[in-house]
DNA sequence: ACCGACAGGTATATCGTTATACCAAGGCCG
DNA sequence: CGGCCTTGGTATAACGATATACCTGTCGGT
């Protein structure tokens, strides 16, 4: 019952037969290259539509041009993934660019070892399966820039690169200022005990906030609070958390920064769990603003960027560099800094360090 | 510095220049087919390694064989996948199978306007872009089965279908167990008060699961609890829930499940922020298991299933459907049936319904 | 009347790989 | 010694679309 026509797919052969002209006639009226009249490319059109043909994409990939797709490659472990929606979100954004263009999106995730990485990416350019990569979670000494430059693969870089990486990159303006804004916050509410709860040391970001965090607690002429490093897993930062929040921890912080928020909402429970209060014992804030952010409750208060956004300016981006023109001619809005959203995890620090639970 | 070696990419030519034989010998060699003499094929080998070359997937694709890759369309709103990495582990899932028999993964994440799937879906097969199709999410009357067959894109169905859809399906044996057994656990604890928050009508899991409740339940003789529709977002979740333990609601629920975890994070807090306690006054209960639930407090009861295994299943089943060979030969372990974790947010009913906050 | 320009097409080489058909040389058997 | 198989290769035609080169009328200008 389904599709009693022919079984094999249509070629553009097919589509000149019906037609009545000649393969070059189809492919001029198509591609709206040559000269042809009015009349015969509404035949031509017609029966393309009759036989729902359209060009296949390896053909004229073969043919030289491009392959219409754009590859990003996540490494990050399955379970960190589990938890975090931070990647969906880029994606969504990515998408959001690609699919009005014609393009698709071939994701690929590969584990945390570096060398499945790197054949990961000499697979995607050898086999010319895309036209470029979108590259996130820039690492200190990133080994893949150089790798796409050899061969040949355009990059986009969403996030802050290492100082002089040679790659395009795709971040907001002021990346610092949502750091600085929450110490501040924290500050005004009387904190001077601090901790940053950080992602894995060789990441870029992991390095600049934490540079950011420091210098901000340095202005205010305070000492470098707590750092504590994790696999970026909500169960490592529960675990940071319970550590810091110990007893026997004399110098316990009263307000602790997270790398994301499902990791700052761990922590928030974990205090808890301990038997702080949220935020009269210790304030907590995240990063990202994710929609769970916002019901958790306490609500947390969290360090917002718009991902959604920041995906769609890295598939700009990289139409930019391809030469690829966008089908939305209107120029995409600025992105916006990375500003703190207060909910209800910050709060004044109670008098004196060093207090106890319950 | 880069690639001092000629510009332009290496093709079979060049490598069968190098190794002094002919294009036939090379492609011979990197296939296994003829007969070739070890001498001759080391020289081959050696020449490929040299010059980096590897088949380009567009020629081999369009010479008839596979393109080696498969599609995932979502149609998820963004705002929804951006609170439930549900899909980022199952596509973390069907990586693990793609990328060790080098296929990639195309994701298409569209709109929920059912034309802009439908596009999406002839796109991809009008250009023979990939090989097949992996579907979620199946709806009532899903009309992508038909138009996958019509478009003779083999297509594989993660989850419960609508009785006699013709789709191959990978899921869970007894997929009722862990709902039925939710159920038990709550009577047990001498619950008699039900609600089910589950996600959009159109969905087949929100009508199947919602049976199963329904069933359970009139097994103990009691009547179908509340039943509350959302579109998936924890916002949305929190709004139901809200609504349902109103001081209003005469019969309020004393235990409340949810269709995923997230919504039943926001379920949970948002009582909280009534002023109930969890699960002292409400027992609160989710699906999926995702890590965040086990780090949030009181931890989260949930109906658990391993979606990184099903994401594995389906690729696995794919393959089947392509007659492509699995690296991997050893059988994938069979799925199991989604059972109920027992955590925090469940406990002994409060003697007598309708009791309020505080 | 003849030339050139142009509209409206057609024929064909090309992209990189693989499969089919083919061929040459050597060994074995009757 | 002639015929036939086997080994180790080579030449070439696809796959589907596109761009280049080419052809054929028709019209305008001189």
Redesign the interface.
Known sequence: M??RKG?A?PTIADVAALAGVSVSAVSKVVNGRGSISAPTRQRVLDAAEKL????????V??RGAR?K?IAMVASRA??V?????H???L???I??EL?PA?H???????GEEPDAEER?Y??LA????VDGVILTESRVNDPRF?LL??L?LPAVLVGEPWPDDPVTTVRAPAQDAGMAEAVAHLLDLGHRHFAYVSGPEDRVHTVFRRRVFESALAAAGLRPGWMMTTDF???D??MATTALLSPKNASRPTAVLYAND?MA??GM??A??LGYDVPGDVSVVGYDD???G????PGLTTIGQD??EIGRAAAAEMFRLLDVARTDETPLPALAAPRLVVRESTGPARPGPGHSPR
């Open positions: 389904a599709g079984a797919k729902r043909w359209s060009p296949s994409a390896t053909a990939a073969l392959t797709a399955p379970d993934l589990a938890a975090d929606p990647f969906t979100v994606i969504a954004g998408e959001r699919a014609d698709g999106l071939l994701l690929h995730i590969v990961a000499r697979r050898g086999e010319r399966r150089q430059r050899d040949r897993t909500p169960q930062a529960a499902t909402i761990a429970y974990a808890r769990r994710l929609p769970l916002g019901v958790v409750f991902l959604t």
